[in-house]
Nanobody, 115 residues
Framework: QVQLVESGGGLVQPGGSLRLSCAASGFFVGSYAMSWYRQAPGKERELVAT????????NYADFVKGRFTISRDNTKNTMYLQMNSLKPEDTAVYYC????????WGQGTQVTVSS
């Protein structure tokens, strides 16, 4: 049974940092491409970053390039999103995602960037 559990969200001031975690079970994170998405109030869910399976290549949305880093730890079966230089417009619920026959989502973790 595939399960994704996000953690690490919270309230941070502009310019601050957070690291989100996505603990996976029911599959091996190193075998599938995985992604982080986010959804702000009143907006559609949008892709933030992806890490591929083989080789671990990464891709980022333009609005987070140079600030966010996606990674995974195969030994912990966990994916991460390091977020630096946070802006108020980064405020959203962040979700991790994997497609394994179908799309699976975690419950989300709230990130609020505000002074």
């Amino acid at each position: 049974q595939v399960q994704l559990v996000e953690s690490g969200g919270g309230l941070v001031q502009p310019g601050g940092s957070l690291r989100l975690s996505c603990a996976a079970s029911g599959f091996f994170v190193g075998s599938y491409a995985m992604s982080w998405y986010r959804q702000a109030p009143g907006k559609e869910r949008e892709l933030v970053a992806t890490i591929t399976s083989a080789g671990g290549s990464t891709n980022y949305a333009d609005f987070v390039k140079g600030r966010f880093t996606i990674s995974r730890d195969n030994t912990k079966n966990t994916m991460y999103l390091q977020m630096n230089s946070l802006k108020p417009e980064d405020t959203a619920v962040y979700y991790c995602n994997v497609v394994r026959l179908r799309a699976y989502w975690g419950q989300g973790t709230q990130v609020t960037v505000s002074s």
